[in-house]
Each structure stands twice: as C-alpha cells, then as structure tokens.
C-alpha cells in the first residue's frame, strides 16, 4: 500500500526536530488545498502516515515546514529575520502504490531533502 511520510533531522545539533509544525498541501490547479497539519514527535517523526492508501494519489504535493519556529523554540539566536524560516518542498508522486518518503536535514541557515525509503 502507497503512503507518504517525513521526518525532520536537526543537523545544527545532531538531533531530531521534535515538535516541529508540518503542513501538507494538495496542488490542484493552480492552487494548494491543506490537508493536514502535524507536529513531528520525539524522534522527529510523524505518528502515521500523512497521507495512505485512498487518500494517497498521484499528482502534486507541498510540504511546509515551521522549521523558524522550531528554531526559536529551541533558544537557539538568529538574525531577524531568519535566513532559514519555512520551508516549502514541492514535490510530485507518479505512482501512489509505492512508498514516498520525505525528510528534511535543516539547521538555521541550510536545509536539504531526498527521497528516502
């Protein structure tokens, strides 16, 4: 069965982004619908999937991460504004059978993603 999921890496401290915000969006047309809104665990991981087998279909996403506000929370000193404070991975999924893993390694000034297993 097809799902979606993420998890967050803090590289800045070699930790998981736990309780990090994460919105994930539906492209239609040429807009973005929201479908849910989460917040990563202690591990840095959602507690199910995002999205799975129906709800899980071939087309565009978008993922929004509050990765400003996790930093913040953490204490951690940043200019204003910060250089790094949502991040948007837009993202397509051509076969909704197979799994689609999304993480994000972030500290406040870089991020980077894959397509995990």
Do not use: W
Request: hydrophobic fraction near 40%.
């Amino acid at each position: 069965m097809g799902r979606l999921t993420t998890h967050v890496l803090d590289t800045a401290h070699g930790k998981p982004g736990a309780a990090m915000r994460v919105r994930l969006y539906r492209r239609l047309g040429d807009s973005y619908n929201p479908l849910k809104e989460i917040a990563t665990n202690g591990d840095g991981r959602c507690d199910a999937p995002l999205l799975e087998g129906d709800a899980f279909t071939a087309g565009r996403y978008r993922l929004v991460f509050s990765a400003g506000e996790y930093f913040a929370a953490q204490g951690v000193k940043v200019p204003q504004p910060a250089f790094i404070d949502e991040v948007t991975l837009d993202f397509g999924v051509a076969d909704a059978a197979m799994h689609y893993h999304v993480p994000l390694l972030v500290s406040p000034f870089s991020f980077s993603t894959y397509r995990g297993s």
